[in-house]
Nanobody, 124 residues
Framework: QVQLVESGGASVQAGGSLSLSCVAF????????MAWFRQTPGKGREGVAS????????MYADSVKGRFTISQEGDKKLVYLKMNSLKPEDTAMYVC?????????????????WGQGIQVTVSS
């Protein structure tokens, strides 16, 4: 079993920055890629960014390209999400996920392991 714990959520003004982190622990030997998703009552779940531990391949949603950066410390099963130029529409519960595939993906159906989520609020 793999457990995921997120940290770093907060409230910021539009235009500000935040960094989120997620650590996987437990039976992580088969964990090869991780991702950040976000959830809001109105929009449902949206894939934000994903990264593979092998090679550091990344994938981003169009809505965050150029503003968000995902990075990893694969040996520690740590993933970070650096969020710049935040907008009110980035307000959501951000949830970390992990899977056993080698390539990054924003398809939530591929991820068997999920964190509890952490709130990010961006005010105008």
């Amino acid at each position: 079993q793999v457990q995921l714990v997120e940290s770093g959520g907060a409230s910021v003004q539009a235009g500000g920055s935040l960094s989120l982190s997620c650590v996987a622990f437990g039976s992580t030997s088969g964990t090869y890629s991780m991702a950040w998703f976000r959830q809001t009552p109105g929009k449902g779940r949206e894939g934000v960014a994903s990264i593979s531990f092998e090679g550091g391949r990344t994938m981003y949603a169009d809505s965050v390209k150029g503003r968000f950066t995902i990075s990893q410390e694969g040996d520690k099963k740590l993933v970070y999400l650096k969020m710049n130029s935040l907008k009110p529409e980035d307000t959501a519960m951000y949830v970390c996920a992990a899977m056993g595939r080698l390539w990054p993906s924003l398809d939530s159906e591929l991820y068997p392991y999920w964190g509890q989520g952490i709130q990010v609020t961006v005010s105008s």
